[in-house]
C-alpha cells in the first residue's frame, strides 16, 4: 500500500511539511496552511516596462538613462543588471548595477533580458 504525501510547502517549497491538527506546517521556513482551503500565492508581482512578469533571478536591461545622487553619471540605458531579487515598496527591485555597486531601481525604468 502505497505512503501517503503530503503536499510541499507552497512558500518555499519543503517537502518535510507536517501535519498539527488540522494545518500543516513547514519547519524550514515556519509557514503554517490548511491544505484544503485555496492556496493563494503571496509572492510579489511586479512588472517590466513591457508588462512581463518579472521574478528573482532575473536578468534586466536599463531602457532609459537613470540619475543616481550623488554620482557624477546616470545608469546609462542598456545597462545589463544581472540576478535581481524583488522586494515591496517604491523602489521594487534591488540589484547590485555594475559600476555603481548595490542600489534599488523601479521596475518601470527595466525591461527583461
Known sequence: MPEYQLPACPKCQSIYAYEMG????????GHEWNPDENV????????????????DGDDVIVIKDLPVKGAPKPIKAGTKVK??????????IDCKVPGFGAMGLKSEFVKKA
Not at 488540522?22 to 521556513?29: A, D, G, N, W
Not at 540576478?83 to 521594487?92: A, F, Y
Request: hydrophobic content about 30%; charged content about 30%; aromatic content about 0%.
Open 22 to 29: 488540522h494545518l500543516l506546517i513547514c519547519p524550514e521556513c
Open 40 to 55: 493563494e500565492d503571496d509572492s510579489i508581482k511586479v512588472l517590466d516596462s513591457n508588462g512581463n512578469e518579472l521574478k
Open 83 to 92: 540576478n535581481i531579487r524583488l522586494v515591496d515598496g517604491n523602489h521594487n
